[in-house]
């Protein structure tokens, strides 16, 4: 024990830093492999419950030891800094946190695509929508406060809330009570391809996987259904287009 801490006192100072993300980084990886393991132990719904617990345990002890460390006050469970920031700043940093999201995941698909090719890309994309979607319905229910069976009206406000709004442009259609068209006006993915010169990105099959699953994530009862996603031919006002419906009882 007493090497190993000598090993780490004896770095410079730019290689403590570094090593410092990468424990951060360490630590998020541990978190995500024990929330998949005891899916795989327990099933989706139950880690879920179990993550609700751990995460909140874990952030107060984490959030504790941090601001005794590095000198901030905490707010009651929100560090002193973040509320102490401009409501543009805040907004500035939500749209560079979900940048950086879709930054992040663009570069896992291009890794897996450069080594083993699209086919094997597009597969481990497809897979990790699946995991994906409803964690993040889950995650905006606890957000909201949404009940488990909150409808289109609780859809509609928790699309509002996705990573996604806040690097894309969207927008609502109520076509009936039961019913809405959500509608992708801008996709910073495809808008990209499109200033580069390239065909839009086929992204039909995940966007099959991740739409339906998340509307499932906020209410299991709504059905969702493509209107068209690329490769399918779509108009200039949006990139893609989803009804997401409730069946009426007969």
Not at 30 to 37: A, G
Not at 47 to 65: G, H
Not at 157 to 162: I, P, S, V
Request: net charge negative; with cysteine; aromatic share 10%.
């Amino acid at each position: 024990m007493g090497n190993e801490r000598q090993a780490i006192e004896g770095l410079g100072h730019e290689e403590l830093a570094l090593l410092i993300i990468d424990m951060a980084h360490r630590t998020m990886v541990h978190h995500t492999l024990w929330f998949r393991e005891v899916e795989h132990q327990m099933g989706f719904e139950k880690a879920l419950e179990i993550m609700k617990m751990a995460w909140s345990d874990s952030y107060d002890v984490q959030m504790k030891r941090l601001s005794r460390v590095l000198g901030f006050e905490m707010r009651g469970k929100i560090p002193a800094p973040l509320l102490d920031m401009t409501r543009d700043q805040l907004l500035e940093l939500v749209g560079a946190l979900g940048a950086n999201w879709i930054a992040g995941d663009g570069v896992w698909f291009q890794a897996v695509e450069a080594i083993h090719g699209m086919n094997d890309a597009k597969r481990c994309n497809d897979s990790c929508w699946t995991r994906f979607s409803p964690f993040e319905a889950w995650s905006i229910r606890q957000i909201l406060g949404l009940p488990e069976c909150s409808g289109i009206e609780g859809l509609k406000r928790a699309l509002q809330f996705r990573m996604y709004a806040s690097v894309n442009v969207q927008s609502i259609v109520d076509e009936s009570p039961d019913s809405i068209i959500f509608r992708m006006n801008d996709c910073r993915v495809q808008s990209a391809r499109k200033r580069k010169g390239l065909e839009d990105y086929p992204c039909k099959s995940a966007g099959l996987v991740e739409y339906s699953r998340f509307a499932e994530g906020i209410d299991p009862r709504i059905h969702t259904e493509c209107v068209g996603c690329p490769p399918d031919p779509h108009p200039k006002e949006w990139f893609c287009a989803w009804r997401f419906t409730i069946p009426r009882q007969e």
